[in-house]
């Protein structure tokens, strides 16, 4: 059964940083593409970054490059989304991601709140 467990959300002023953290199990993380995306209220789920397997290429928003930096620790099946530069407009649902085949597997999402 595959799960994913985000950690590391919670609020932060403008210009602060965060660390998310997401844990794979039941299924080989190293050998899918894992990626982070992000829901606002009001707003469409959108994709924030993704790293494919095995490797370390990565792709991201517009919007949040140069300010977050996705990773993964294929010994720990976990992957980390370093947010620096926080904004406001980066207040969202953050949830990590995993497509196997046709299926798109979700973790339960993590709360970020940019706010002074």
């Known amino acids: 059964q595959v799960q994913l467990v985000e950690s590391g959300g919670g609020m932060v002023q403008p210009g602060g940083s965060l660390r998310l953290s997401c844990v794979a199990s039941?299924?080989?993380?190293?050998?899918?593409?894992m990626s982070w995306y992000r829901q606002a209220p009001g707003k469409e789920r959108e994709l924030v970054a993704a790293?494919?397997?095995?490797?370390?290429?990565?792709t991201y928003a517009d919007s949040v490059k140069g300010r977050f930096t996705i990773s993964r620790d294929n010994a720990k099946n976990t992957v980390s989304l370093q947010m620096n530069s926080l904004k406001p407009e980066d207040t969202a649902v953050y949830y990590c991601?995993?497509?196997?085949?046709?299926?798109?597997?979700w973790g339960q999402g993590t709360q970020v709140t940019v706010s002074s």
């Open positions: 991601n995993v497509r196997i085949i046709t299926t798109m597997h």
């Open positions: 039941g299924f080989n993380s190293r050998e899918y593409t």
């Open positions: 790293i494919v397997s095995y490797g370390s290429t990565s």
